[in-house]
C-alpha cells in the first residue's frame, strides 16, 4: 500500500470516529469513553504523518510503533463500548472494528519490514 494510501485511510478512520462519537448517548461512561477513541484514533493519523517525514529508520519506527499503540487503543476501546451495549449502531461498529483491525495489521506488518530493513 502506498503511504498516501494509508495516510487517507487513517484521516477517513479518525472522521469516521469522530461521526461515531456523535452518536452516542450522553452517559459518563460514553463520554468520557468518547472523547478518549477520538483522542487515540485521531492520533495514529497524526503521528501516521510524522513517522512519513521521520529523519532516520530509528525515528520512523518509533512513530510507526506510537501509531500502532494508539491503533490497539482504539480498537480496545470499541470493543468495550460494543460489550457495555454503549452503541446501538451495530453495524457502523463492526465496520469500524473491522477497518481498525485491517490498519492494525497494516502497521504490524510495516514495522516488521522496517525493523528487517535496519537490521540489513
Known amino acids: 500500500m502506498k503511504p498516501i494510501n494509508l495516510e487517507d485511510r487513517l ?14 448517548d450522553k452517559s459518563f461512561a460514553s463520554e468520557h ?20 517525514s521521520g529523519e532516520s529508520t530509528n525515528d520512523f519506527l518509533r512513530k510507526m510503533k506510537i ?8 480498537f480496545i476501546n470499541i470493543k468495550i463500548q460494543k460489550s457495555a451495549n ?27 519490514t522496517a525493523s528487517l530493513k535496519k537490521q540489513s
Open 33 to 52: 469513553l468518547a472523547k478518549q477513541l477520538i483522542r487515540s484514533s485521531t492520533s495514529s493519523a497524526l503521528n501516521y504523518g510524522e513517522a512519513r
Open 86 to 112: 454503549l452503541i446501538t449502531d451495530v453495524s457502523l461498529l463492526e465496520k469500524l472494528l473491522k477497518e481498525n483491525d485491517e490498519l492494525i495489521s497494516i502497521f504490524v506488518a510495516s514495522i516488521k
Open 67 to 74: 501509531c500502532l499503540k494508539e491503533l490497539r487503543e482504539s
Open 11 to 24: 484521516i477517513q478512520f479518525a472522521v469516521d470516529i469522530i461521526l461515531f462519537c456523535k452518536k452516542m
